[in-house]
Every structure is written in structure tokens, then in C-alpha cells.
């Protein structure tokens, strides 16, 4: 299979090449030239996130040089469950899929993990380290960093919003050392990703460095995630005969966009809500609104303060007319009022302690209308409520438990630097001028 670019698409690529660039020369992003169609049958007996993605993403890999290597890559990049968990205590037939067992503790390191296992898996030349440059809005630095750290042939930089992520988010951010650097931007997260695509559009940096951007722009984070949708609806459909629906909460759309990919590919997926905090492009987009990317504004939910997201560019390859792609999704925006309530209530409620991200998911689940409630619903459960516990415990009166693998990251030292969000601020730290 080839992968094109959403600008020019005449612009391919090998799978191979696509993951190592991250972006399309044009600055597009790369997407698949078509998608495998596949039915429920197609995954009997496949019983592991390993066995049901190496089959899911076969098609993909076909042509390459690492086409062979999937089923490793797979059974590396998967090797923690992504349970789906009834709630007991709700009234209706609903569940959530648990993304936050993996290392850090958040859904990004289904795919940090295993776009790490594919380059690894690449050829690397001695003493020209491939150097992944990513911005974070509070989870997708601290999985990338755990994916690559003391990965030889990597150096991975990291560039947060300062002030802008959670304590612990930070810390997760920050500890690692040897071939991770860390930078606090002054500025949004917008500001960050800004630079990135500026550092990559840099003439100069791409001659001297091989970059590459470990974003939900690139293909090989994106692709793996379709593999807990698949079988999160292949596990309803073989138990209950009816194919879930889903609410994902969402930010840059990387996460959505794989439970869209999957439905197209054939997995038995009904509804695909999307849960925004306040930033409201999409939603209002979705609802008729011109597209109007702008500044994020900061939320409870700061993994999805994104203003601009960059997935759009796909979704809209995907369905050039929006009318289509409102057929295809809903979103609604949640305000940290909702949040917080949503928090206290169904802690009191169900038993349940949320993240903030996936508090927007419950809540608009709590605002479906009666009939629609009768659905097989399946909330995405995007991050760990530890954390966030500066903002979930005072909420809900007591401690959340840490994971031992986030307690282990919480006691490492921390170091970063801040710098100006200009490119040639960034370049100074890093002493690339
Ligand atoms: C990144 C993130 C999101 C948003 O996911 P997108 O793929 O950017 O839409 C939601 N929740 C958490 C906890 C995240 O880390």
C-alpha cells in the first residue's frame, strides 16, 4: 500500500517512508490510498490486541520493507490489555474501553509505542540519530518519550505549553534524560505544533538532521489505534451481536479519526460521538460553522485544548464536503463546569473516577436522549484519573490510587528548559544554529 499526501495527492510514499517523515513534502499529511475491507469472520479465532491488529493493519504494510516484521511490532507496541469495562451501577447497557494501562498512563501510548517498534525496526545509520521532535499538550510528549528513551538511533525533543499541563503530566515529561530533551514553550500548545511544522519546513535543519515528528500527524501513531476499536466492536459484536457505538474525547482528532478509519474498513461500529472541552472548532464546524481554527483556550481537559486540530486535514480528505462528514459524526463541546460536575456526580453515582478528558465523554453520554441511551455505548476512557489528581481528588473527597508504572515515573528527578515559541528560540537550546 501507498500512503499520499492530503494536499498534493500525487505526492507517495511507502509506509516506511511515511513514518520517518511524519509529514508530507507539501507540509499535507499522509493518509492511505484506499482502505481494506474487512467483515466480523475476518477475526475469528484472532483473541489478542496483537493478533486482531497484525490482521486489522496486514494490508498496510503490504509492499514494505517492514511488512514482515508486523506481527512483532504488534505484540511490542501491544503488550498491555485496552479492557472494556461495564459500568454495573448505570442504568443502561453501557461500558468503557480502558486506554490507560500502557506506561504513561494515557491512549497515546498505543501508538508512541508502536511507531517506535517500526523504526527500530528501520535501518539507522551510526552517528546521525533520527531526531523526533513532538509537541504535547500534556500526554503525547511523555509516551513518545517512553517509546523512544535510550532507543540508540533516537533523540526525541519534547515541547510543552509552560504552565499549561498537569504536575504530573509534567513530571512524565521531564524526568526521562539521556537521548529526551525537554521544553517548556511560553505559549499554547497551538504555538508548539506551530513550531514543529516551522522546524520541518527549516531547509537548513532538514539537510543537517534527519526530523522526523512523532504527531498524531504521523501515520504510524494513528494507525495502531484503529486496533482497540476493532476489537473493543469485534468483542461486543461476538458477545452481544450488535456493534458498539462510541464517544471519544477528542482534541486533534487523532484518536476519533482511528475509530472512523475502522468503521470504513468494515468494524461493526454504530454511532461515533465526539467529546470536546470548551475549544469549540469542530464542534461548531460540524454544525454548520465555517471552519474557524483558533487560539486554544485552556481547559480542565488539557490534552484537548487544541484550536486548530490538525487531524481535520484528514477527515476533510476523507470528506471533502462537510455535509458528509456531519452525516458521519457528532460533537459537542463541554465546559469545565460540565466537567466538574460530571466528575462529582458519577464518582457519587457509579462508583467511577474520571479523568477530565473522559468526563466529557460521560458527559455527553448523559446528555443522549432516552431512546438513544438503548444503544450499546462505549466510553473511551482516554487517560488515568491519577493524573489529574490536582484537579479529580478535591472533586470527589479522597485519593485516587497511583498505577505502579506512573508511581515509578513520579520519582525520578526532572529537568527542562523554557524557551521564547520562536524556531529560533528553539534552535538556540538545542544548539542547532
Ligand atoms: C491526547 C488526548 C486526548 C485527545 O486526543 P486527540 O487524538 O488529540 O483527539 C484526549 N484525552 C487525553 C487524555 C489525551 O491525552
Same mark, same amino acid.
Given at each position: 500500500m501507498r500512503f499520499s499526501s492530503t494536499r498534493d495527492g500525487s505526492l507517495r510514499a511507502s509506509l516506511s517512508e511515511a513514518l520517518r517523515r511524519g509529514l508530507a513534502p507539501d507540509g499535507g499529511l499522509y493518509v492511505p490510498e484506499r482502505f481494506p475491507e474487512y467483515v466480523p469472520a475476518d477475526f475469528d479465532g484472532r483473541a489478542t490486541l496483537a493478533d486482531v491488529g497484525s490482521r486489522l493493519l496486514a494490508p498496510f504494510f503490504e509492499g514494505d520493507r517492514l511488512e514482515a516484521d508486523l506481527p512483532a511490532v504488534a505484540t511490542e507496541a501491544f503488550d498491555f490489555p485496552a479492557p472494556v469495562r461495564r459500568l454495573e451501577r448505570a442504568a443502561d447497557r453501557v461500558s468503557v474501553l480502558e486506554l490507560f494501562h500502557g506506561p504513561t498512563a494515557a491512549f497515546k501510548d498505543f501508538g508512541a509505542r508502536f511507531l517506535a517498534a517500526c523504526l527500530a525496526r528501520e535501518p539507522h545509520e551510526p552517528g546521525r540519530p533520527l531526531s523526533i521532535l513532538v509537541a504535547t499538550s500534556g500526554d503525547t510528549g511523555g509516551a513518545v518519550a517512553a517509546? +523512544?528513551?535510550?532507543?540508540?538511533?533516537?533523540?526525541?525533543?519534547? !515541547?510543552f505549553p509552560e504552565g499549561l499541563v498537569s504536575p504530573r503530566q509534567q513530571q512524565q515529561l521531564t524526568c526521562w534524560g539521556d537521548n529526551v530533551r525537554a521544553l517548556a514553550v511560553r505559549g499554547t500548545f497551538d504555538e508548539c505544533q506551530r513550531l514543529v511544522k516551522e522546524a520541518f519546513a527549516d531547509p537548513g535543519l532538514m539537510t543537517r538532521f534527519e526530523l522526523s515528528s512523532a504527531n498524531s500527524i504521523n501515520i504510524g501513531r494513528l494507525l495502531p489505534q484503529t486496533a482497540y476499536y476493532a476489537m473493543a466492536s469485534l468483542q461486543a459484536w461476538w458477545e452481544e451481536g450488535e456493534g458498539p457505538s462510541f464517544i471519544v474525547p477528542s482534541g486533534n482528532l487523532g484518536n476519533v479519526l482511528a475509530c472512523i478509519w475502522a468503521r470504513r474498513m468494515g468494524l461493526p461500529i454504530g454511532e461515533i460521538r465526539l467529546a470536546h472541552?470548551? /475549544?469549540?472548532?469542530?464542534?461548531? +464546524?460540524?454544525?454548520?460553522g465555517d471552519w474557524r481554527p483558533r487560539p486554544s483556550v485552556?481547559?480542565?481537559? =488539557?490534552?484537548?485544548?487544541?484550536? /486548530?486540530?490538525? /487531524?481535520?486535514?484528514?477527515?476533510?480528505?476523507?470528506?471533502?464536503?462537510?455535509?458528509?462528514?456531519?452525516? $458521519?459524526?457528532?460533537?459537542? =463541546?463541554?465546559?469545565?463546569?460540565?466537567?466538574? &460536575?460530571?466528575? #462529582?456526580?458519577?464518582? !457519587?453515582?457509579?462508583?467511577?473516577?474520571?479523568?477530565?478528558?473522559?468526563?466529557?465523554?460521560?458527559?455527553?453520554?448523559? #446528555? &443522549?436522549?432516552? $431512546?438513544?441511551?438503548?444503544?450499546?455505548?462505549?466510553?473511551?476512557?482516554?487517560?488515568?484519573? *491519577?493524573? +489529574? /489528581?490536582?484537579?479529580?481528588?478535591?472533586?470527589?473527597? =479522597?485519593?485516587?490510587?497511583? %498505577? %505502579?508504572? &506512573?508511581?515509578? !515515573? !513520579?520519582?525520578? %528527578? =526532572?529537568?527542562? $528548559?523554557?524557551? *521564547?515559541?520562536? @524556531?529560533?528560540?528553539?534552535?538556540?537550546? &538545542?544548539? @542547532?544554529?
Open positions: 517509546a +523512544f528513551h535510550r532507543r540508540p538511533w533516537a533523540r526525541v525533543i519534547v !515541547l472541552n470548551a /475549544n469549540p472548532t469542530v464542534p461548531e +464546524f460540524l454544525a454548520g485552556p481547559t480542565l481537559a =488539557s490534552a484537548m485544548d487544541v484550536g /486548530n486540530p490538525s /487531524n481535520m486535514e484528514r477527515l476533510r480528505a476523507l470528506h471533502p464536503d462537510w455535509r458528509e462528514l456531519a452525516a $458521519e459524526v457528532r460533537a459537542q =463541546s463541554v465546559s469545565d463546569e460540565e466537567i466538574r &460536575l460530571r466528575i #462529582r456526580e458519577d464518582y !457519587l453515582e457509579l462508583g467511577e473516577t474520571w479523568c477530565p478528558h473522559t468526563a466529557t465523554a460521560a458527559e455527553v453520554y448523559r #446528555r &443522549l436522549p432516552r $431512546e438513544e441511551r438503548a444503544r450499546r455505548w462505549i466510553l473511551v476512557a482516554t487517560a488515568h484519573p *491519577a493524573k +489529574f /489528581n490536582e484537579i479529580v481528588e478535591p472533586l470527589i473527597g =479522597s485519593a485516587v490510587p497511583v %498505577p %505502579p508504572a &506512573l508511581a515509578e !515515573l !513520579l520519582e525520578l %528527578p =526532572s529537568a527542562y $528548559e523554557d524557551i *521564547a515559541p520562536d @524556531l529560533g528560540a528553539m534552535k538556540a537550546a &538545542l544548539g @542547532l544554529e
